[in-house]
Nanobody, 115 residues
């Protein structure tokens, strides 16, 4: 399974970005998909994830600002990021866990929040 992220870039504080993650398999084979991020000098952390039943979970630091969603017709998961802060700067990775328990990662997309 291949996961390809896109949508990262440079944005000013308070701005918005939408990340996309396209899976090479039907999204309905996937138990859950999530976005993680890794900032310089920090461990990778969960940002948000969505299950096959569309249940969502968010890190406390992004609640109310980020929204995860999916489009089954496009095998794609999105992360809408609003009110971005400098501390959101990181490489964002897409993760998928299949129904059989196998886990896959994308290569990441860089988000830089800076004025």
């Amino acid at each position: 399974v291949q996961l390809v992220e896109s949508g990262g870039g440079l944005v000013q504080p308070g701005g918005s970005l939408r990340l996309s993650c396209v899976a090479s398999t039907s999204i309905f084979r996937i138990y859950a998909m999530g976005w993680y991020r890794e900032a310089p000098g920090k461990e990778r952390e969960l940002v948000a994830h969505i299950t096959s039943s569309a249940r969502t979970n968010y890190a406390d630091s992004v609640k109310g600002r980020f929204t995860i969603s999916r489009d089954g017709t496009k095998n794609t998961v999105y992360l809408q990021m609003n009110s971005l802060k400098s501390e959101d700067t990181a490489v964002y990775y897409c993760n998928a866990v299949l129904m059989n328990g196998m886990s896959y990662w994308g290569k990441g997309t860089l988000v830089t929040v800076s004025s």
